[in-house]
């Protein structure tokens, strides 16, 4: 297994450390670039995205590494650092970084940019299927 294992790693950027507790139905989407580093345990139906790392804070002794609970859905560029877990049901979204406990059936999110608003002119349209027409409205 570590031969074939190794192969995976070289051809997708997959970096799993032998010492990953897992159990079934793990789902590496899009799998590039990543890295899940070892004491991590990880749940049943688990979805990994692209560019995600699963590991420590630099912390020499004790727990580690994260657990992540049942059915989590962790987006793509996410890191999910030290001794922290994730519940059952929780989606983590692209780009965030966790480095406390997402409760089950939460979703975290960072906000990585903040910008001022351009002014727009946003259309509401209503589409009527009973009579076909389309109607739209001028949003203030």
């Not at 192969?7 to 897992?22: E, M, N, Q, T």
């Not at 079934?24 to 995205?49: K, M, P, Q």
């Not at 480095?99 to 940019?113: M, N, P």
């Amino acid at each position: 297994m570590e031969l074939r294992l190794g192969l995976i790693d070289r051809k997708f950027a997959v970096d799993i450390h032998p010492g990953v507790k897992s159990r079934r139905g793990i789902l590496l989407d899009h799998a590039t670039g990543v890295a899940i580093r070892e004491a991590v345990v990880i749940g049943n139906n688990v979805s990994i995205f692209h560019n995600v790392t699963l590991g420590g804070t630099g912390k020499d002794n004790g727990d580690r590494h994260p657990t992540i609970g049942d059915v989590v859905l962790i987006g793509a560029g996410t890191n999910v650092l030290g001794n922290v877990k994730t519940g059952e049901g929780a989606k983590i979204g692209a780009g965030s970084v966790v480095l406390k406990e997402v409760t089950s059936r939460t979703t975290a999110v960072a906000l990585l940019h903040w910008f001022e608003a351009r002014p727009m002119i946003i259309f509401l349209v209503t589409i009527l299927h009973t009579s076909g027409l389309i109607m739209s409205k001028r949003v203030p």
